[in-house]
């Protein structure tokens, strides 16, 4: 009998976040993985006035966090939640402590970040293993660029306030030169930019919102309404994370179950 995989993941905010405990347990057992998912969330236990001196504007180096704000309403967290964000160097040191307690209090195995924010180079790590879903959407984007004799176009949905830092961080990327990329920044709704994908024609579309069509009041047709728009596949780093780590969990998949039955000699 093989043991448990203990899966911690971190949030960049105040819990309960409960869509990712769902989320990743639910598609992670359906494909036969035998996980736990274990929760931290960096700004537990801190007050919003203990918090506020450290909220900057987007045009700053930051993390994006949902936390309790009383009275607020629209959210789609629900009423009491609102997005604000707070200082990238603040940040990461709360980030650090929440893995280190993932690890040191609650024992798991490995620890996913429930965000693909950039963070600079080994600023934050693990003892064990530490999965960075940014990193697996440019993985996932070098090898289409790779796989192809044509330059692919790539849309990207981004910030409005931060399309220009976006485009730089693309541009860093090896495989720059094989693509053609198409930005999309967010101004009055992500409809709306995935609208203006689909006039460009785009080949593949990336959104670096962790989560996003996950939280409690989220319509169920949120994202579908983007890839529609689009008309084409939209990479996500909550589904880039998950099937990345199917491959790296307990018990091995069973290959045999996606075959017809009596496929393979006995």
Not at 17 to 35: K, M, P, Q, S, T
Not at 53 to 65: D, F, I, T, Y
Not at 137 to 164: K, P, T, Y
Not at 176 to 194: K, N, Q, S
Request: hydrophobic content about 45%; some cysteine.
């Amino acid at each position: 009998m093989t043991k448990r995989t203990r899966l911690g993941v971190v949030t960049t905010g105040h819990g309960p976040r409960d869509e990712y405990i769902h989320f990743h347990e639910r598609f992670l057992r359906a494909l036969g993985a035998d996980v736990e998912i274990v929760i931290r969330h960096i700004y537990d236990g801190i007050p919003l006035e203990a918090l506020t001196p450290h909220q900057v504007g987007k045009e700053k180096p930051n993390l994006g966090a949902h936390v309790h704000v009383a009275g607020a309403v629209g959210n789609h967290m629900g009423d009491g939640w609102e997005h604000r964000f707070y200082d990238l160097d603040f940040a990461i040191g709360k980030v650090q402590r929440a893995i280190d307690l993932l690890e040191q209090e609650d024992g798991v195995d490995m620890v996913l970040l429930a965000c693909a924010a950039e963070f600079p180079e080994g600023a934050i790590s693990a003892g064990t293993m530490l999965i960075h879903p940014r990193e697996l959407m440019f993985d996932i984007a070098g090898n289409l660029a790779r796989g192809s004799r044509q330059r692919i176009r790539i849309g990207a949905l981004v910030d409005a306030e931060h399309a220009d830092e976006d485009r730089k961080d693309w541009a860093r990327k090896p495989f720059f030169d094989r693509i053609e990329l198409v930005m999309a920044p967010i101004t009055t709704g992500w409809l709306d930019a995935a609208q203006e994908l689909g006039r460009r024609q785009v080949d593949y579309a990336f959104f670096f919102g962790y989560g996003v069509g996950l939280a409690p009041l989220d319509p169920r047709t949120e994202i579908p309404s983007l890839e529609a728009a689009i008309g084409a596949p939209l990479v996500l780093p909550h589904r880039a994370a998950v099937l990345f780590l199917r491959n790296i969990l307990r018990p091995p998949l069973n290959d045999y179950a996606y075959l017809p039955e009596g496929w393979g000699k006995p």
